[in-house]
C-alpha cells in the first residue's frame, strides 16, 4: 500500500507534466497582418491640357471659348473708345499738385469769396473742390440800373476780390442763370493758360451749375 504521500507526490508530478504537454501541443496565436501599403504619389502637372474623352466636344468648347474671347475683346475697344470721347468731352480729371497756387486752396479761395460776397450782398450756395481748382456756385443780386445784364453782378463780385489779388488770373469759366430778384452764378479761375484744363473746368463748372439750379428748384 503505498503512502500518502507518495500518492501525492504522483499527482502533482502528474499534473506538472500534463500541463506542460498541453502548452507544448496549443497552437501559437496567428501573426497580425501587415499594414497595407500607402497608395503611389502620382504627380501631376497643373498646366498639363486635361485628357479630352469626345474630341468633338472639346472642339466645340474652343470654338466657344475664341468667339467669347472676341466679344471681350470687341467690348474692351468700344470702351477704350468711350473713354477716349468722354475725355474730349469732359477733359481728363485735374487732380490737386503738391504745390497749388496758394490763392487757389480750397480755405483760402472760401475765406476771399466769403468777404466778397458780404460786400455784394451775395451768397455762397457751393464750393467743389475734388479737383483742381474749385469750382464756386454762388448767388448775385441783380444791378436795378442794369435790368437783364446780370454780368454785372459778377463783375462786381471781381472787384470785390481784387482786394485779395485775384484779378490776376484772367480767365473765368461762368454760367449764369436767372433768379427772381437775383442771379445764380458757378464759375471757376483758370490758374493757368491750359486748354485741358479748360475743357475740364468748362464741363465741372456746367455740372455744378445743373447741380445746385435743380437744387435751387426743389420745393
Same mark, same amino acid.
Given at each position: ?21 498541453? @502548452? ?23 498646366? *498639363?491640357?486635361? !485628357? ?9 468648347? *474652343? ?13 474692351? #475697344?468700344?470702351?477704350?473708345? #468711350? ?10 480729371? @485735374?487732380?490737386?499738385? *503738391? ?41 448775385? !443780386?441783380?444791378?436795378?440800373? $442794369? ?16 482786394? @485779395? ?21 458757378? $464759375? ?14 468748362? $464741363?465741372?463748372?456746367?455740372?455744378? $451749375?445743373?447741380?445746385?439750379?435743380? @437744387?435751387?428748384?426743389?420745393?
Amino acid at each position: 500500500m503505498r503512502s500518502p504521500l507518495t500518492i501525492t507526490a504522483a499527482c502533482v508530478a502528474g499534473g506538472l507534466t500534463g500541463g506542460l504537454v498541453g @502548452s507544448i501541443l496549443r497552437a501559437p496565436p496567428p501573426a497580425p497582418e501587415p499594414a497595407p501599403a500607402p497608395p503611389p504619389v502620382v504627380a501631376v502637372e497643373l498646366d *498639363a491640357p486635361l !485628357p479630352s474623352a469626345c474630341p468633338a466636344r472639346a472642339a466645340v468648347l *474652343a470654338a466657344e471659348t475664341a468667339r467669347l474671347e472676341g466679344a471681350l475683346a470687341a467690348v474692351a #475697344l468700344q470702351q477704350r473708345i #468711350l473713354d477716349v470721347r468722354r475725355v474730349q468731352r469732359e477733359g481728363a480729371e @485735374s487732380p490737386w499738385p *503738391a504745390e497749388p497756387d496758394p490763392s487757389l486752396r480750397p480755405e483760402v479761395w472760401r475765406a476771399a469769396l466769403e468777404e466778397a460776397l458780404a460786400e455784394v450782398g451775395g451768397e455762397l450756395l457751393e464750393l467743389e473742390c475734388d479737383e483742381y481748382p474749385c469750382v464756386t456756385a454762388v448767388k448775385v !443780386p441783380k444791378e436795378d440800373d $442794369f435790368p437783364g445784364v446780370h454780368g454785372d453782378s459778377l463783375d462786381a463780385l471781381k472787384e470785390a476780390l481784387a482786394a @485779395s489779388g485775384y484779378p490776376e488770373h484772367e480767365a473765368w469759366i461762368t454760367s449764369m442763370t436767372n433768379l427772381d430778384g437775383a442771379y445764380m452764378a458757378s $464759375f471757376a479761375m483758370l490758374p493757368v493758360a491750359d486748354d485741358a484744363l479748360a475743357t475740364r473746368m468748362s $464741363f465741372r463748372v456746367g455740372r455744378v $451749375f445743373e447741380e445746385v439750379s435743380a @437744387s435751387l428748384e426743389e420745393p
